[in-house]
């Protein structure tokens, strides 16, 4: 890796995930958006897992710059559901990014279940100095019958975390970060490149 620069490309346009994973990584690395490094157009996401969409999307911004770069991949495994929507996540119900779409389909092919356990999965995939590396976060749970809670985003009003009684969209950002799928994998990618450091 260069050292002198420690700049990293992160595999998103959304700032709210980069000034999070930032923060997380402090002052050793640098993160460059897609943007900032040229490139604009839609990554292409058509593999059948996380893993693979992660790994593709960090090969695709690996091929374009030569920089060091990651990307990440979340999905919702629904046991019940024999794991969907998983890497469907976003575009389950439709084929934009419809939120309550989504939590209507889901709460549909629920109903009347019993067993409603479920994982949110993040998998981020680096890149340094052409070598792979792959990291994971997850947290369990279950999807309650009804949407609570107005914070967060997508899944966040059904899903109930192991040992809660609330939410994600129940939680302040700060306590869904310190558990969430999200977070442990962003804290397994900070553990690897403080060993690069
Ligand atoms: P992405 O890979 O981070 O873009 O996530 C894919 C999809 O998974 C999103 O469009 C959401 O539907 C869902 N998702 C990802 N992270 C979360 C989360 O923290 N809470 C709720 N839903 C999420």
Redesign the pocket.
């Known amino acids: 890796m260069n050292r002198r620069m420690k700049k990293l490309i992160f595999a998103t346009n959304?700032a709210h995930?980069l000034g999070e994973v930032q923060a997380l990584l402090g002052d050793d690395f640098e993160l460059v958006t897609l943007r900032e490094c040229g490139i604009t157009e839609d990554i292409p996401e058509t593999a059948e897992t996380?893993e693979g969409?992660a790994l593709q999307k960090a090969r695709y911004v690996y091929s374009k710059t030569g920089l060091d770069c990651f990307a990440?991949?979340?999905?919702?495994e629904v046991d019940a559901l024999g794991g969907a929507?998983g890497v469907h996540?976003?575009r389950?119900a439709t084929d934009g990014?419809d939120?309550a779409a989504?939590n209507r389909l889901l709460l549909k092919n629920l109903e009347g279940a019993q067993e409603r356990t479920a994982r949110?999965r993040?998998v981020i995939a680096l890149i340094i100095d052409g070598v792979e590396y792959t990291f994971e976060g997850r947290v369990e749970g279950t999807i309650a019958t009804e949407e609570s809670g107005s914070e967060?985003?997508?899944?966040?009003p059904l899903?109930v975390p192991s040992g809660e009684i609330i939410t994600?969209a129940q939680m302040s950002a700060e306590a869904?970060n310190a558990i969430?799928?999200?977070g442990r994998a962003v804290a397994e990618l900070v553990k690897f490149l403080k060993t690069l450091s």
């Open positions: 959304n995930k996380l969409n990440d991949d979340t999905g919702l929507p996540s976003a389950y990014h939120f989504n949110f993040t967060g985003f997508g899944y966040d899903f994600f869904k969430s799928h999200r």
